[in-house]
């Protein structure tokens, strides 16, 4: 049973989500770098300064290059890297787990028709690759090499024919998804990644794919509703990629409804204060947030960024740009350009910026060339 709450502007959303998330930290305010509340979902690793740099946008002393002991990065949600607390992985292994044999066809895109057409169920395959792997990886080991190993042990309807390799080898997602399962973890700063095993990584969780009971700190439903809410099933079934049916199922009880431009959305019933009080909160300060920082996953596009061409500048097909954001409202792109020991930086503000906004970018420029190593151009 859920109760009303009253209804969100977007910008009370916005806000409750730069809090949420906490990209309103103040620079270098934690010496544990696994302090950020986003680790609970995982924080992607994708692009130049990756999950680091997210990190130091919520207050975590943190330096590009330097991944400290206590993050372990694996291959997760939408087969994307991602880093999370090392401690906690086994958790986060189990929370991964497919859902339903539908889930797991979802999950693995075109690798599941040929294995339903052998009668293979898709939980079942991630097993079998899970159990494989971690025989194959012994030791650190480049992608390539586990992709060879896998492609002479695993039988056909696991395989495909790569044009752009000239190889047969894995289905992508298959590999991928199958690693954690395995208990492997990607060695940072590697490309091509390299693979080793999880020190310590309990046998009986090898190639385990039962589906996870709902609940606990790692539950995606739960921590996408918290940093990327209020939502819908609809939305979360779009960011994890998951079939919305299951995500239904799996829905908390803990909600409360609002109402957001005309749209009933769920928020969990701890977050309905922050979100009604989201107005009375300071203005958030500027960020440079990367191309695939959380804040930009959240599948409500239009609720980000209401103009069409906007959207289509900020979430190209290829070559995805930095979004420059103000009090919880993206205000231009950003482009790095580095240019031997400094960092020069290329924006698009969408609408004239005043004097504060400008300083406050030139800041945060500073503060990433620093986060790089480097000085500002």
Known sequence: MTSTAPGATRAAVLRYRVHAQQLDAAPATSA????????????QDTGPDGALWALALRGADVRAGEPPEA?????????????????????????????????????LFDAARPLRAAGID????????ARTMRDVVTAPMPKGAVSTALTSRLPEPYLRWCRTCGATHVYEQTFRLAALHGGLELVPGTSPPVLRRVTGWPPDAVGRTDAPGPG?????????????????????????????ADVTARWPHDVHEVDVAGEPRSVLTADADALATAHDVPPAPVRLLGPYDL????????????????????????????????????????????????????VDPWTPWDAATRRAVATEHERLAEFRGKQPA
Do not use: I, K
Request: charged share 25%; aromatic share 6%.
């Open 295 to 346: 804040f930009l996953q959240a599948r409500d596009r239009e609720l980000l960024v209401p103009d069409a061409a906007r959207r289509a500048a900020l979430w190209p097909a290829l070559g995805r740009p930095g979004a420059v954001l103000r009090d919880g409202d993206v205000v231009g792109t950003w482009r790095p350009r580095a240019r031997g020991a400094r960092l020069a930086l290329e």
């Open 216 to 244: 606990g700190r790692h539950d995606l439903v739960r921590t996408a509703l918290h940093l990327l809410g209020p939502s819908t099933p609809r939305l979360v079934a779009a960011y994890l990629d998951a079939p919305v």
């Open 71 to 107: 993050l372990v990065l694996a291959w997760t949600l939408r087969g994307a890297p991602h880093a999370y607390r090392r401690d906690e992985l086994a958790a986060v292994e189990a929370a991964a787990r497919p859902w339903s044999a539908r889930d797991a066809a979802q999950r």
């Open 32 to 43: 544990d770098p696994a302090a950020p509340t986003v680790l609970d979902a995982g924080v």
């Open 122 to 129: 898709p939980r079942d395959a991630l097993a079998t690759a």
